[in-house]
Structures are given as structure tokens and as C-alpha cells.
């Protein structure tokens, strides 16, 4: 009954490739995120979509393209993956019950060769 | 950028409480204080979340002054389960175009 959950959890890859990370959440939550962690361990979001729509987009390369089918999903596909794209990217999700507070994927760690 | 500043990194003994401070001096009337806190190699986990008035659940304590420009929040028997980076961000509650900012945290240390 995970809440929210991402795959794959490692994904290693040459450089120029195309890769997606799929993220589903079963809460019911009409907001979900994708954020990146580098190595430094800074946290930083990318991208935000409440009912399907995109309400944030962090200065992002276009390389990256959220898809949101429903409200349960956020897939994240990355195009022409370069070297500095390696990190942790973590899928999280929220609901506007005024308290806003956003649950976690485990997490989907990127290297990119 | 951050709106909050922590200290860098705590040690704290097992079984002690742990008191972890946040400044945020420049917090809006508006703006909630949340904890997360990043356990290692897990994504972050919500702790707790206050506005004006102290908070306890069943995790921690948020003591918040009164002037609302900090914040404590406080695990009042700490286990070395507890050992990870805790994270203060000030935010507007249920604004989407508002992000979670996290900034560096404090790296809690408990130790046996």
C-alpha cells in the first residue's frame, strides 16, 4: 500500500540517451511534483501539476518533459541526457487540505555514464 | 533562495530530547513553518507544521516565538533512528505557485 511510489529506483544510462521515470500515487492527491537532489544534497523542485495542469516550471532544460495522464501519475521523460543530469529525482504529491503537506517517493537515482 | 537558516549540523545523545533551531525573520503573516526531515538515501518525510500557535504530534513539538521570526522543533527522546537531515520552510499553505524552498538543513547526529 505504498503511497507513493517511483520507478525504476536506479537507472544508469549513456549519455544522448532518452529515459522516463514513472511516478504514481495512491492518495487520492490532486498535486504532484518532481524535484532533483545533486550531489551537493540540495533539494530543488522542477516541475508542479494540480489537476493534470503544470502550475510550476522551474528554469528546467526543455530536455525535460513531465506527462501527467491523470491525477494518480507524473512521469518525468528526460531527452538527450547529458552528464550533469545525474542526481536523485524524487516524485511527491499534496493535497489542499490546508495543511499542503507533500508526500515523498523513495526516489529514482540517475547516473549518467 | 531559502527563506530560513539552520545550523549545519547537531549532535544530540540518544534518549535526550533534541532541540533543532530555525530563523526565518522575514516570514509573511501568511507563511506556515513545516519541518521535513531526509533520512539517508529516503526521500523527505513531513514531520510537522505550525503558524502561529506551538504544535505536537506524535513525531515532535514546534515551538514557534512569538514574533514568529523562529522556530524549535524538538524530539523529545531522540533514537539513533532519528539520525538525518531536518529541513525549516516557510511557505504559504495550499498556494501551488509557491514552491517548497529547502534549503541546506541541519544534519542531526544521535548518538549512542
Known amino acids: 500500500d505504498t503511497a507513493v511510489s517511483q520507478t525504476p529506483k536506479y537507472l544508469v544510462t549513456q549519455m544522448g540517451n532518452d529515459k522516463s521515470i514513472k511516478c504514481e500515487q495512491n492518495?487520492?492527491?490532486?498535486?504532484m511534483y518532481w524535484y532533483k537532489q545533486d550531489s551537493k544534497k540540495f533539494l530543488k523542485i522542477m516541475f508542479s501539476?494540480?489537476?493534470?495542469?503544470?502550475?510550476i516550471n522551474e528554469t528546467v532544460p526543455n530536455r525535460f518533459s513531465p506527462k501527467s495522464p491523470d491525477k494518480a501519475h507524473l512521469n518525468l521523460h528526460i531527452n538527450s541526457l547529458e552528464l550533469g543530469d545525474s542526481a536523485v529525482y524524487f516524485c511527491?504529491?499534496?493535497?489542499?487540505?490546508?495543511?499542503?503537506?507533500?508526500?515523498f517517493g523513495p526516489g529514482t537515482r540517475l547516473t549518467v555514464l | 533562495d531559502a527563506k530560513t537558516t539552520q545550523p549545519p549540523s547537531m549532535d544530540c545523545a540518544e534518549g535526550r530530547a533534541a532541540n533543532l533551531p530555525c530563523n526565518h525573520s522575514?516570514?509573511?503573516?501568511?507563511?506556515?513553518v513545516y519541518w521535513y526531515r531526509q533520512i539517508h538515501s529516503q526521500g523527505p518525510q513531513y514531520i510537522i507544521h505550525?503558524?502561529?500557535n506551538n504544535e505536537t504530534n506524535e513525531m515532535a513539538s514546534l515551538i514557534i516565538t512569538e514574533d514568529r521570526k523562529s522556530s524549535t522543533l524538538i524530539l523529545p527522546h531522540a533514537t539513533l533512528r532519528d539520525t538525518a537531515v531536518y529541513y525549516c520552510?516557510?511557505?504559504?499553505?495550499?498556494?501551488?505557485?509557491?514552491?517548497?524552498?529547502f534549503g541546506p538543513g541541519t544534519r542531526l547526529s544521535v548518538l549512542p
Open positions: 511527491a504529491s499534496s493535497h489542499p487540505s490546508g495543511t499542503d503537506t507533500q508526500y
Open positions: 492518495l487520492g492527491h490532486d498535486t
Open positions: 501539476y494540480n489537476n493534470k495542469e503544470l502550475i
Open positions: 522575514t516570514i509573511s503573516g501568511n507563511e506556515y
Open positions: 505550525g503558524l502561529k
Open positions: 520552510i516557510v511557505r504559504v499553505a495550499d498556494n501551488y505557485g509557491q514552491n517548497f524552498v
